[in-house]
């Protein structure tokens, strides 16, 4: 199957996908008991008649259900997910103001996790039940089974304050000033303007909160990596390989390794969702002012719209993580071109 | 003249020895299976072991390191951390486990309807149940926390709605396995109507591996109850909650007591079930046993 046609496939089948996230939002929005203009607008405003009503119409509320989906999805389709009642700014600028933090940090997780968890993963599988494997499946339980926030409070006590080897919270020292806004990301938005000084510290900000979601990733990317390599190692064509007399480096390698990181790849997707849910816990924590840290105040001060466009927006991320999965797919598995 | 020899007659062990000789082989499930049945215990009677009421106060004494009269420390009003770390068993592990049976049923309903009704309702209720899953667990369950109002019970609704979809896609593979099956047809030419099939007769071939999984999934539960109840969307502030008391335990940063302890119960605990979990997956499925 050539690309153009596997890429429309994808499209046509993420398109019924994302129409359906809306509704789930919608009838979630509608399902829960609380009265929609109670969660919608602030306290303040719930006195003011004129503002109550404008809400009413705008969002369709004395139609039937379907007509206050056509509405609510007409408004989504031009980018109005609502105004936060904490920000009082429309939800879609909060957004947009704090998702580079979050896209800069699960980046920089992913990464982390993947080497970490890759790494550890052949390690364990190629010297299995060894001491060194017993290690790694040990530390594979702790990433899965400790609560991200204890990880970063455990970090954020060790390697912060009684080491001094990462910085701490937030996302530069105080006294540094932002780089201009290209991206928003400021490890690369430094390095384009040229300031070595505020990329350094960028990146030293980085470091703990990225190592925390990596660690909390790593773990699973560990686990699937040992058990794909073990079963891949006990394969035919890797005894062909084998018996071709090929260096044993290069056998786990290439032979082992590239067969044994698709099911990895598959994860990927779902590690990316994973990774945007755990931010929440690391962000609060560690005062790194992205969408995770939006969704966590959001939540507490009862900023349902907020919250609602962060989860939906999450949802959307997602679809296309999976998308681009799809795509990676498509370049490793040879068996999906010529299917 | 031929005799017939006797072919020597091998006895199978009966089905629950040959599961406890495997566990044997598995030291790191029974390492979980203490942990777990000691938690359950700590928290059935920690209104007996725990040195200090849970809420008493003690301002004099407060942000005690570990020491003596306070094995583990004391809390920004004084209260005892060992009695608190106590008695949040018996918030955190209830609720876990409710979360679990919970979604066992609604999962397994939705699962078996498809499953069973097949054609359209099983293509419409599976599409659900993938875009239930498209959903980020934790921040659509701040969303239903938020929008309900922070309450224990509003976070177990919470992780109900979005985790039933494992269950339910789970029961459907089996119930569409199950159905063709024979005796559900020599059932079904006994007169049998379909609430009869679906409840009598597949319910009971069904659920032991939902239950299994289930099980397994308790740690997850648990890691999740604990999250939200640390962004504050469970239990009251004052509550002896293990992730409640992490997040006041953060403005206590290097009182490390305050914040430490509970989290080594929430990890201990969910290590435990991951033990299990791995332990029965090896036990289950002999490809993975290494």
């Known amino acids: 199957m050539p690309l153009y046609q596997y890429l429309l496939r994808r499209v046509i089948f993420a398109i019924p996908l994302v129409l359906g996230i809306t509704v789930v939002a919608f009838l979630i929005a509608n399902a829960i008991p609380a009265d929609p203009i109670n969660a919608n607008l602030p306290q303040s405003a719930l006195n003011n008649e004129q503002l109550v009503a404008a809400f009413r119409e705008k969002w369709g509320l004395d139609q039937p259900l379907h007509v206050q989906y056509l509405t609510y999805l007409g408004n989504l389709l031009q980018g109005d997910m609502g105004v936060s009642i904490r920000t009082n700014q429309p939800v879609l600028d909060d957004i947009r103001q704090f998702l580079p933090a979050t896209i800069e940090l699960a980046t920089t997780a992913i990464v982390v996790g993947l080497l970490l968890g890759v790494s550890f993963g052949v390690v364990s599988a190629v010297w299995r039940n060894s001491p060194l494997d017993y290690l790694v499946r040990v530390f594979a339980l702790i990433g899965v089974s400790f609560p991200v926030f204890l990880l970063a409070l455990i970090g954020l006590s060790v390697l912060h304050a009684q080491l001094g080897w990462v910085a701490g919270p937030g996302r530069l020292d105080f006294l540094v000033q932002r780089p201009p806004h290209v991206t928003g990301l400021y490890t690369l938005d430094s390095l384009l303007a040229g300031q070595w000084g505020t990329f350094r510290n960028a990146a030293y900000h980085l470091v703990l909160p990225s190592l925390v979601l990596g660690l909390y990733v790593s773990g699973i990317i560990a686990r699937i990596t040992r058990s794909s390599l073990l079963e891949v190692l006990n394969s035919d064509f890797v005894r062909t390989a084998r018996a071709k007399g090929q260096r044993e480096f290069f056998v786990i390698m290439r032979h082992g390794l590239s067969n044994a990181l698709i099911p990895v790849v598959t994860l990927l997707g779902v590690l990316y969702g994973n990774l945007l849910a755990g931010a929440v816990l690391t962000e609060a924590i560690l005062a790194w002012p992205g969408i995770g840290r939006y969704a966590y105040r959001a939540s507490t001060s009862q900023d349902f719209p907020a919250i609602m466009g962060v989860s939906m927006l999450i949802a959307l991320i997602y679809v296309i993580a999976n998308f681009i999965v799809d795509l990676m797919y498509f370049f490793i598995d040879p068996r999906i071109r010529y299917a | ?290």
């Open chain 2, 1 to 290: 003249m031929i005799t017939p020899v006797a072919k020597p007659v091998t006895v199978p062990a009966s089905n629950l020895r040959r599961r406890l000789r495997q566990l044997r082989r598995q030291p790191a499930m029974i390492i979980g299976l203490v942990v777990i049945v000691a938690w359950f215990a700590l928290a059935l009677l920690a209104p007996v072991l725990a040195p200090y009421p849970p809420l008493e106060q003690n301002i004099q004494n407060r942000l005690q390191p570990p020491n003596d009269t306070y094995r583990l420390g004391t809390d920004e009003l004084g209260r005892d951390v060992l009695s608190r770390v106590l008695y949040g068993g018996r918030i955190t592990i209830p609720a876990g486990l409710a979360v679990v049976v919970i979604n066992s049923i609604v999962g397994w309903l939705v699962g078996a309807v498809a499953g069973f009704a097949g054609r359209a309702w099983d293509e419409v209720m599976m599409r659900v149940t993938e875009l239930f899953m498209a959903f980020p667990t934790i921040i659509l369950a701040m969303a239903v926390t938020a929008a309900l109002g922070p309450e224990i019970r509003n976070a177990v609704l919470a992780l109900v709605i979005v985790r039933w979809t494992n269950y339910a896609r789970l029961t459907r593979g089996l119930v569409i396995e199950a159905k063709t099956a024979e005796y559900v047809t020599a059932t079904r030419s006994l007169g049998a109507r379909n609430p009869y099939l679906l409840f009598k007769t597949l319910l009971p071939n069904t659920i032991a591996p939902v239950v299994v999984y289930g099980s397994l999934d308790i740690g997850n539960a648990i890691l999740l109850f604990a999250g939200l109840s640390f962004l504050g969307l469970g239990p009251e502030p004052s509550s002896p909650e293990w992730g409640r008391m992490i997040s006041i335990g953060i403005h206590f940063f290097d009182q490390w007591w305050m914040w430490l302890f509970p989290g080594l119960a929430i990890a201990s605990l969910v290590m435990a079930f991951n033990f299990i979990g791995d332990g029965l997956r090896d036990m289950l499925d002999p490809r993975t046993r290494t």
